[in-house]
C-alpha cells in the first residue's frame, strides 16, 4: 500500500513539473512575442522625435470647411501609430507603421441642419475619416452642443515642402 502511495505521489510530481515546464514555455513565448512588437513599434516610431509633425494641415481644412456660424469648444488630438495588433483585428484600412491624428471635438451650432452641413462637408473633404458625431448632437433642432471624432493623417514636415 505504501508502495502505491509513493508511485502515486512521484506521479504527481512528475505531472505538476511538466505542467510548470508547459507554463513557463508559453508564458516565454508569450514575452518574446509582445517584446518582438514593441520593437517593431519603436523602430516605426524612431524617427518621429526627431521629424516635425503637423497638425496646421488638420487646421486649415477644417477652417476651410466649418460653417462661420460653428465654434469649437474643446479639441483633443492624439498622435497614433498603426500597430500589427490592429491590422491582425482587421478593423482598420491602415498599413502598419502609418501615423494620423485621432481628434476628439466639441463645440456649439446654431440649429441643427448647420451641423448637418458641417458633417457633409467633413464626409466629402479628403484627409478626415472615421468622422462620428455622437448621437446627442442630433437631438436638439436649435442652440445644438455636439461631439465628434474623426481621424486625420498626421503630415511630417518633409510630406508638406
Known sequence: MGDIFVAKQES???IIIKKQKIFQATYVEDLKTSMEQS??????????WEKEILLTPFFE????VAPDSIYFTNLMAKLTIQDEIKLKEGNTNRNFGETYFNVNMTGFSPNREMLYAFNRSLQQEQGFQAVNFAISSWMSALDVDFALSLEFPALVSAQVK
Do not use: A, I, N, R
Not at 520593437?39 to 518621429?48: F, I, P, S
Open 12 to 14: 504527481l510530481k512528475d
Open 39 to 48: 520593437t517593431k513599434q519603436l523602430e516605426v516610431g524612431k524617427g518621429l
Open 61 to 64: 481644412k477644417l477652417s476651410l
